[in-house]
């Protein structure tokens, strides 16, 4: 399942309110749970580097998930201050029933798939 947020500026607390409120939407989303959950793979745009968004996950409760943050490739006139997530899960739900979240500005990166 696929996500991303846009924030506002480099600022642990927003990266890490609004990395919170992208996970609770797709967990919400899909009707998952932590037990559904194999990993997740958080990414950051380059100008974001003020905490890891794995702290959200844990503070939501995710304390068994394996979690990892990278930094996404620096691409001129890419869209900034994004979060995005990969996360692995386990389903019985086919692929077309899958609902990827892009919230805020993200929303751009997938206007196809955004709500």
């Known amino acids: 399942m696929r996500g ?16 919170r409120e992208l996970l609770t939407e ?6 998952i749970t932590p037990a559904d959950l194999i990993s997740i793979v958080f990414t950051l745009t380059p100008d974001l580097k003020s905490c ?4 959200a996950a844990r503070d939501l409760g995710f304390v068994d998930v394996p979690l990892l943050c990278a930094t996404e490739v620096d691409v001129a006139g890419a869209l900034p201050h994004v979060v995005r997530l990969l996360a692995h899960v386990e389903s019985d739900r086919p692929r077309s029933a899958v609902r990827h979240i892009y919230l805020r500005g993200a929303a751009r990166l997938r206007p196809d798939l955004a709500a």
């Open 4 to 19: 991303a947020i846009q924030v506002d500026r480099d600022d642990p607390a927003e990266i890490l309110g609004a990395t």
């Open 52 to 55: 890891f968004p794995a702290v």
């Open 26 to 31: 797709v967990v919400r989303g899909n009707e």
